[in-house]
T-cell receptor, first 111, second 116 residues
Framework: QKEVEQNSGPLSVPEGAIASLNCTYSDRGSQSFFWYRQYSGKSPELIMSIYSNGDKEDGRFTAQLNKASQYVSLLIRDSQPSDSATYLCAVYRGGADGLTFGKGTHLIIQP | DTAVSQTPKYLVTQMGNDKSIKCEQNLGHDTMYWYKQDSKKFLKIMFSYNNKELIINETVPNRFSPKSPDKAHLNLHINSLELGDSAVYFC???????????????FGSGTQLSVL
């Protein structure tokens, strides 16, 4: 059974601090891992993808992957109020199954 | 120009009715999808459609049926609507569902379906 687990939050972080979002997945055959951001009433948008163990940085965002622990995380440095959104972790196993999403973590950046 | 467009944005209807949601993508992508997001914001795949190959999530009731007149369109038909069908339905597309081209899903703006 493919499952992606996230703490639903809300996670409250002061402006300028580091926000840390976590995700675990159950399917060891998973190949690719993604973080999507969804603002209230809007559609999800891709912000990070990661395929191999380690860290991947893009601007203020860092994705971390540990396949042995089946764990993915997203760090947001210098958090801004505009980062307040729901962050969806998604996992792809391969083939035509599409992405399996977690339930999302609601992040609130406090000014 | 909107990459993935779906209509209508809002759909309010009575139980038992049949309704359709349309989706079009102008990105030249090979694969299109329908996702359902329930009230708890859980986003779950319903169908993927690639080069006339339909992959169905086994949990989707057969009242739901995708129709693809061509590669750029994937419509969703729902028969005998039930209260539990109320949700936001997202259409999405990607270049190719094989690894390497799948990573970026482009989502439509969503259709808020309310069944009364």
């Amino acid at each position: 059974q493919k499952e992606v687990e996230q703490n639903s939050g809300p996670l409250s972080v002061p402006e300028g601090a580091i926000a840390s979002l976590n995700c675990t997945y159950s399917d060891r055959g998973s190949q690719s891992f993604f973080w999507y951001r969804q603002y209230s009433g809007k559609s999800p948008e891709l912000i990070m993808s990661i395929y191999s163990n380690g860290d991947k940085e893009d601007g203020r965002f860092t994705a971390q992957l540990n396949k042995a622990s089946q764990y993915v995380s997203l760090l947001i440095r210098d958090s801004q109020p505009s980062d307040s959104a729901t962050y969806l972790c998604a996992v792809y196993r391969g083939g035509a199954d599409g992405l399996t999403f977690g339930k999302g973590t609601h992040l609130i950046i406090q000014p | 120009d909107t990459a993935v467009s779906q209509t209508p944005k809002y759909l309010v209807t009575q139980m038992g009715n049949d309704k359709s949601i349309k989706c079009e993508q102008n990105l030249g992508h090979d694969t299109m999808y329908w996702y359902k997001q329930d009230s708890k914001k859980f986003l779950k795949i319903m169908f993927s459609y690639n080069n006339k190959e339909l992959i169905i999530n086994e949990t989707v009731p057969n009242r739901f049926s995708p129709k693809s007149p061509d590669k750029a369109h994937l419509n969703l038909h729902i028969n005998s609507l039930e209260l539990g069908d109320s949700a936001v339905y997202f259409c999405a597309s990607s270049q190719d569902f094989t690894a390497g081209g799948h990573e970026k899903l482009f989502f439509g703006s969503g259709t808020q379906l309310s069944v009364l």
